[in-house]
C-alpha cells in the first residue's frame, strides 16, 4: 500500500521520542535518519557515556548548541521547554522531558524493563528494540500497555517485527503458512577458487561444499554434508533464539526442535529444505519458526538479517505461472518461499513510532501470547556460586546454551534465559539441565514478577500451533 495515504489526516503532529540507550548501533540509524523526517523528533536521550553520545549527534549534523547535557530532572525539563534534545545518563531522567513515545534499546533486561514500564504506567507509548527485555517481560509490559491506554510495540526495522509483519501479509492473502523464520546474521559465504568459506571475520577451508552447492535427490543428506563441511564455524547465536521467541510471542509460530534447525541452505532452496519431512524437508509438523545459515558465492547477495515465509502452494498452474516470475518454489511444486533480504534498523523504525502514536497501532503482534520460551541449558557443569554473566556481541549467557522450547515442552519452573543472565547459581545445575527458576539465588525481584504476571495472564491453552494469536 502507499504509505503516505496510511499517515494522511494525520495533521501535522511531530512525534517526539525518547530513546534508551541512544549510544548503539540501533540507535545511531534512528538518529541519523530522524532529520529527514519533518514530522519526528527526539525528546531526550539516554546512554551510559553522555559525552560520546554528545560527540556522535554532532557527527550526524545535530547543532551542538541544541545538545543539553542534563544531570538532573530540572535541567531535562528547561532542556525541552527551549527546544533542545536533552542527553542523560540516567534513565530515571527521562520522563522529565514532554515526548510520546519511548525506543528502549538498552539490551539490558532489568534497566530496559524499569524504563519501558515507567513509561507505559506514564501514559506513553513504547517500541521495544531489547528483543532480551521482550522475551522475559513482553507480556507483563503488553497488559501494561493495554491497562494504560497505549501501545507497546516490536520496532520496524528490526527482524521480529519485519517478520510478524510478513507472515500477518501472508495471512491476509489466505495463504497456508508452514514455516516462517530469518537467516543467521552472517552469511556463509564459498569460494570455489580458494575451497574455502568466510563467516564474517573468519575464514576456514571446506573444499566439500563445492560439490555439495546444489541440494541433491535427499535435502536432509545434503543438509548434513553441509553441516560437517562448515563445523569449523560457529552455528547459532543467542540472539537469534530470542529474536525467534518474540516472533513466537506475536506470530504462534513455535519451534520445530529447540536448537532450531539451522540448514545451511541457499536462498532458491528455501521451499525444499522447510517442507515437511515426508516430503523430503526438515519439518517434523506445520508451523515452525526457525532460522538457517545463507549460504552463497562471494559474487551473490546476502542474505543476512532477511525473513522469510514458506507456504503450501494450492493451484499448481498459478505457482509455475509465479515460478516463472522468479518466485522460489520446491522442485515437487507443494512449497514456496516468499522472502525479504533486508533489515533497515533503526531507518525504518520511524514507521512504528508513528503508527504507534498517531494511529494507536502497534507494528507486531496484536494479542501476544506464551507459545514458547527462550531458556538456557548448562553446556557444563555449573557449581552453586557461579555468576551467569551476560555479555558479547550476541549478549550470550557465560556456560548457558540458549534453547527455544515450545510452551507445553517448558516446565513450569523453567527459567527464562534473560532473567538468568547477571544472577548467581544457588545450586549445582549438572550439564545439559534446564536453568529453573529454583536455580536461581538472587534473580531480578521486578523481572521476576513481570515473567510470571505475564506467563499466568497470556497463556495459550491450547497447544495448537500458529494464528493462535489472530
Known sequence: MNLHHLFAGTGDRTVRYALSGAGGGFARTLLAQTPRIGRLAPAVLCDRDVERLRGMLVELGYPADHLAVCADAAEVARAAEQGHVALVADGA????????ILVEATGSPADGYAMAREALTGGRHVAMVSKEVDSVAGLHLADLARDNGVVYTTADGDQPANLIALVTWAELLGLDIVAIGKSSEYDLVFDPETGSVTQLDTTVPAP??????????????????????????????????????????????????????????????????????????????????????????????????????VVRT?????????????????????????????????????????????????????????????????????PAGTVLDMGGHHHDVTGVQAVLLRDEDAPADTAPLYLAAHA??????????????????????????????????????TTDAPHASR
Open 424 to 461: 548467581t547459581l544457588g545450586r549445582d545445575v549438572p550439564a545439559g539441565a534446564l536453568i529453573t527458576l529454583g536455580d536461581l539465588a538472587d534473580p531480578d525481584a521486578d523481572l521476576l514478577h513481570a515473567w510470571t504476571s505475564g506467563r499466568g495472564s497470556r497463556a495459550t491453552g
Open 208 to 309: 566439500e561444499l563445492a560439490g555439495l552447492l546444489g541440494l541433491g535427490s535427499d535435502v536432509r543428506a545434503t543438509l548434513a554434508a553441509r553441516a560437517a563441511a562448515v563445523s569449523a564455524l560457529p552455528t547459532g547465536a543467542t540472539a537469534d533464539y530470542c529474536e525467534m521467541a518474540v516472533v513466537a510471542t506475536g506470530t504462534g509460530f513455535r519451534p520445530d526442535v529447540e536448537r532450531l534447525h539451522y540448514p545451511v541452505a541457499r536462498i532458491a532452496e528455501l521451499a525444499d529444505v522447510y517442507s515437511l519431512r515426508e516430503d523430503g524437508g526438515v519439518l517434523h509438523r506445520s508451523g515452525a519458526v526457525d532460522v538457517f545459515s545463507a549460504l552463497r558465492l562471494p559474487d551473490e547477495a546476502s542474505f543476512a538479517g532477511g525473513v522469510f515465509v
Open 93 to 100: 531522567l527521562l520522563p522529565a522531558a514532554h515526548w510520546d
Open 314 to 382: 494450492g493451484d499448481p498452474v498459478t505457482w509455475e505461472t509465479l515460478r516463472g516470475k522468479g518466485h522460489v518454489v520446491s522442485r515437487d511444486g507443494r512449497y514456496a518461499a516468499v522472502y525479504l533480504p533486508y533489515h533497515l534498523m533503526g531507518v525504518e523504525t520511524p514507521v512504528s513510532l508513528l503508527s504507534a502514536v498517531l494511529h494507536g497501532r502497534p507494528s507486531g503482534g496484536t494479542d501476544p501470547r506464551a507459545h514458547a520460551v527462550l531458556a538456557g541449558r548448562a553446556e557444563r557443569d555449573l
